[in-house]
């Protein structure tokens, strides 16, 4: 059988002095942090069999795909559908303490953990996420592409193939800042997923959107 490998990726650490959720708004770049988080994994990557890099059309997504792409010679595929999770709490700070869980307008929110009532459902994030993996995993054939994404795109998609339950504690997410997820396919079953921190842990619990 054929060996495929997609590799899916968390972007590097975004530029957010307001430290606000920013969820899918415009203008969010990386930080230098971020940035030396790119390079780092393009470094990794660079002896690799990369021929497709796919990105989140967010700014810090694309910034993370650029020096991987580079490297390999290849024009960046954007894809909708790796995007930032959708989220009403978007433009607002969260954290404990000073952020908008203080506020009662916005408890009715948080009702529903499960689905999650605050934003985009669970499952709706994973068959997407999923549905370009797929994608990527036919144009990469006999080879390895790369899936520039979000947090917890990510985590979602992850948690849907070993078949764990998609609501859980964002705090204990295994999934640092250009933290690779990697599926390996032997022809169209997914035999193996390897997670790896080419530039570094990151706090879960600062996630970087």
Not at 99 to 120: M, N, V
Not at 183 to 197: F, H, K, P, Q, R
Request: hydrophobic share 40%; glycine share 8%; charged share 25%.
């Amino acid at each position: 059988m054929t060996q495929t490998i997609v590799h899916v990726m968390r972007h590097g650490e975004v530029h957010n002095p307001d430290g606000i959720l920013y969820g899918r708004l415009p203008g969010f770049r990386l930080s230098d942090t971020g940035r030396a988080q790119a390079r780092k994994v393009a470094d990794a990557l660079a002896d690799h069999d990369i021929t497709a890099v796919f990105a989140s059309p967010l700014q810090r997504a694309q910034e993370t795909a650029t020096p991987i792409a580079a490297a390999h010679g290849l024009a960046i595929i954007t894809d909708e559908e790796l995007i930032e999770a959708g989220n009403q709490f978007e433009g607002l700070k969260v954290s404990v303490g000073d952020g908008a869980l203080r506020e009662p307008k916005h408890w009715a929110k948080l009702r529903d953990p499960f689905t999650p009532s605050w934003g985009e459902p669970y499952l709706q994030i994973a068959h997407r996420m999923l549905g370009v993996v797929d994608i990527a995993r036919e144009r990469a054939r006999g080879h390895e592409a790369v899936l520039v994404s979000h947090q917890l795109p990510v985590v979602t998609l992850r948690r849907y193939l070993e078949g764990k339950r998609l609501w859980h504690d964002p705090r204990k997410r295994q999934c640092s800042l250009a933290s690779l997820t990697s599926l390996v396919y032997d022809g169209d079953a997914l035999v193996d997923l390897v997670y790896s921190e080419p530039a570094g842990a990151s706090d879960p619990r600062i996630t970087g959107a």
